[in-house]
């Protein structure tokens, strides 16, 4: 009898991130009864701020977000799928990627991570209290005039709205090593967000997307409509929140769609220091492959990045179309920088926009210590 292989993972604490981790760890451990896969799982914040290293050396799997393949790289902590001797089985993910999902993950020509879950932000509404999204920036400002509308604006959500409003507009965001942003443009986009924030409640200041989301699909009064926020499907399905939730494109600034969203999602990576690689890695692989993702994975709660449960009949019918509502978003969103360093930007980045758009700094100062903190996290 074959020696029992234990090996252990950790993901982020949300029934998106755990449920399906578990439910397919039980599935293959039935079809490999050799192998035991146990889960752990931390904050969405210490997700997406605590290094890799910090892991890489306590656990064989790790649920990932690909801002961090840049430190991937240069550590070596991680394993690469590439070179493995499963190439066909790489080529066929990438061509079943949603959006940048995929290539979220490679860097440097290795690919670090294979995309299990696909995000950007989207829209979300109640469908008993509006009859449909607002397409237009113009259309979003007088709902919120009315006071239906909540945005998640803690740091790192300021951060990703910063981009993406830039990128929608076309703005070009961190393509040079000495300038984050055109002042004048940064300026354009720090005044809209502004504007926003003067006609929601304060509390968003202080919610990320999950508490918008909970707030507008557990509350009778709750806010009718969010323009940006990563998409959970959870909330779209029968009997997860009071009032599920209905989720769209995104808003765009002009008649360009809703292009230049910051692409999120997660991915799952092996550590290149355990000591059971293959089998983690064929573990990686299934679960990432179009069968479990639009099967099991999803069945259990889990939000696919594999195409071919976007484009599933059974996974919209089940989450009120969730995945044909918002492709075009997905589809256009923005890959922001990987590079080693840019966790600390990520870090720095958010304070600053959140103080801003909290009164507490102007504009003009942001811009300041947004351009320092991008120069000093490109050193």
């Keep these: 009898m074959a020696d029992q292989v234990q090996l252990r993972g950790m993901t982020w604490d949300h029934s998106r991130g755990f449920d399906p981790m578990v439910a397919t760890s039980q599935a293959f451990g039935e079809r490999h009864p050799d192998v035991s896969i146990q889960w752990e799982k931390r904050s969405l914040q210490a997700f997406a701020d605590r290094p890799i290293e910090d892991m890489a050396d306590t656990y064989d799997l790790l649920v990932i977000d690909h801002p961090h393949v840049g430190e991937a790289a240069r550590t070596g902590y991680l394993l690469a799928f590439d070179g493995l001797g499963r190439d066909d089985e790489l080529a066929t993910l990438a061509s079943q990627s949603v959006g940048v999902s995929h290539r979220s993950y490679e860097f440097e020509g290795r690919q670090w991570a294979l995309a299990i879950d696909a995000a950007t932000p989207v829209a ?42 830039a990128r929608n507009m076309d703005f070009a965001v ?76 995104a808003p765009s600034f002009g008649d360009n769609g809703p292009g230049g969203t910051v692409i999120g999602g997660t991915g799952i990576a092996v550590s290149s220091a355990s000591r059971h690689r293959d089998i983690a890695a064929e573990y990686a692989f299934w679960i990432a492959g179009a069968d479990c993702q639009s099967g099991l994975f999803f069945t259990a709660g889990g939000q696919p990045g594999n195409a071919v449960a976007w484009d599933d009949d059974a996974c919209n019918a089940a989450s009120r179309n969730f995945f044909r509502n918002t492709r075009q978003t997905m589809e256009t969103a923005w890959l922001r920088p990987r590079y080693d360093g840019y966790m600390a930007l990520q870090d720095r980045a958010g304070d600053i926009i959140h103080r801003c758009l909290g009164n507490e700094i102007d504009i003009e100062t942001a811009l300041d210590r947004l351009q320092q903190a991008y120069l000093e996290s490109r050193s």
């Design 124 to 165: 979300a509404f109640r469908a008993d209290r509006i009859d449909e999204a607002p397409k237009s920036w113009g259309d979003v400002l007088a709902l919120a005039r009315a006071g239906q509308v909540a945005i998640a604006l803690v740091p790192v959500n300021c951060l990703t709205n910063f981009f993406g409003f």
């Design 174 to 249: 961190a393509e040079r090593p000495d300038t984050l942003i055109a002042r004048d443009e940064g300026r354009h986009v720090l005044e809209l967000m502004r504007e926003l924030v003067a006609l929601v409640a304060p509390m968003c200041l202080s919610l990320d997307p999950i508490g918008v989301l909970d707030w507008m699909g557990r509350t009778a009064d709750g806010p009718a409509y969010s323009p940006f926020g990563y998409g959970y499907t959870n909330y779209s399905r029968d009997g997860y929140c009071r009032f599920p939730l209905t989720f769209a494109d």
